[in-house]
């Protein structure tokens, strides 16, 4: 765990004296999950069940904010049963899928979502020969309902096929309407207008949060962490995590804290549970 700057270290310590007023966000995949060739293997890292149980325990609330649909975070996470343990403390567990366009909760056990967005089928019939002329047609193609994703890390050379792909993906979504979301080895087009960083306004708004720590590996992280900067300047006590990588580092020069990947996420997790515990005793 590195902060950094003094700045950063000074804010931790303003997140753990208002601890019980603090909204956690975590992205899944990167955060929670280890980054996997096969993104239908992506599960939970298995010591996070527990330490969402232990700080939920501590905190107002405890939200997964991610791309995948809600469903399969559920699915992924065992999450449905985590909310239950959760419920049993009197806390909610959120998912917000879909970069906030699905949410479930472990008290309104069902997901809630839009129909999916105009011009997603059109992009979706001329997907394959664009992947053709790409030089990609082996990459792994995800539907999620409300959008899709392309994967090219099981390519022999995932960053070039991803370079290639980028452009005209790009070029074919504007067409449609829609828009890109480019990250690691992955990407995925979607409605335009919905993004994380509404997840995170949302979440401090329906929970009165007085304070707001999120965590992050990717570029669809970036609105997030801009949203948790905003509540700063309104006053709230908060922290940005990054989950870092050598195939992504945007997060870096935003973040207050940068650790290694779903084992760091999990360690800052236990320190702040620590920390908060000994601040209690005084």
């Given at each position: 765990?590195?902060?950094?700057?003094?700045?950063?270290?000074?804010?931790?310590?303003?997140?753990?004296?208002?601890?019980?007023?603090?909204?956690?966000?975590?992205?899944?995949?990167g955060v929670l999950s280890p980054i996997v060739?096969?993104?239908?293997r992506a599960h939970i890292h298995a010591d996070a069940p527990q330490v969402l149980v232990d700080l939920s325990g501590i905190v107002r609330a405890v939200a997964v904010?991610?791309?995948?649909?809600?469903?399969?975070?559920?699915?992924?996470?065992?999450?449905?049963?985590?909310?239950?343990?959760?419920?049993?403390?009197?806390?909610?567990?959120f998912i917000f899928g879909q970069y906030g366009n699905e949410r479930w909760s472990s008290t309104n056990r069902r997901v809630v979502s839009p129909r999916p967005p105009h011009g997603l089928a059109s992009f979706c019939r001329e997907l394959p020969s664009l992947m053709r002329r790409g030089d990609a047609a082996e990459a792994f193609v995800e539907e999620k309902g409300l959008a899709v994703a392309v994967h090219t890390r099981r390519l022999e050379d995932a960053a070039a096929a991803y370079e290639r792909l980028l452009p005209?993906?790009?070029?074919?979504?504007?067409?449609?309407?829609?828009?890109?979301?480019?990250?690691?080895?992955?990407?995925e087009v979607r409605a335009p207008g919905q993004h994380k960083g509404h997840a995170v306004q949302t979440l401090a708004e329906e929970q009165a949060a007085?304070?707001?720590?999120?965590?992050g590996d990717d570029l669809g992280d970036v609105e997030a962490f801009e949203a948790v900067a905003a509540l700063r300047d309104q006053g709230l006590a908060t922290l940005l995590v990054c989950a870092a990588s050598d195939e992504q580092s945007a997060l870096v020069p935003l973040a207050d804290v940068v650790v290694p990947?779903?084992?760091?996420?999990l360690e800052l997790l236990r320190r702040?549970?620590?920390?908060?515990?000994?601040?209690?005793?005084g």
């Open positions: 765990m590195e902060f950094t700057s003094p700045a950063a270290e000074q804010r931790y310590g303003e997140l753990v004296a208002r601890v019980d007023e603090v909204v956690v966000g975590l992205d899944f995949d060739e096969d993104p239908d904010v991610t791309g995948r649909p809600a469903r399969q975070a559920l699915a992924l996470g065992g999450l449905d049963e985590v909310g239950d343990t959760i419920g049993e403390h009197g806390k909610e567990l005209p993906m790009a070029e074919l979504a504007r067409a449609n309407g829609l828009v890109v979301e480019p990250g690691r080895n992955v990407i007085g304070g707001f720590l999120y965590a990947g779903p084992d760091g996420v702040l549970i620590a920390d908060a515990g000994k601040a209690r005793r």
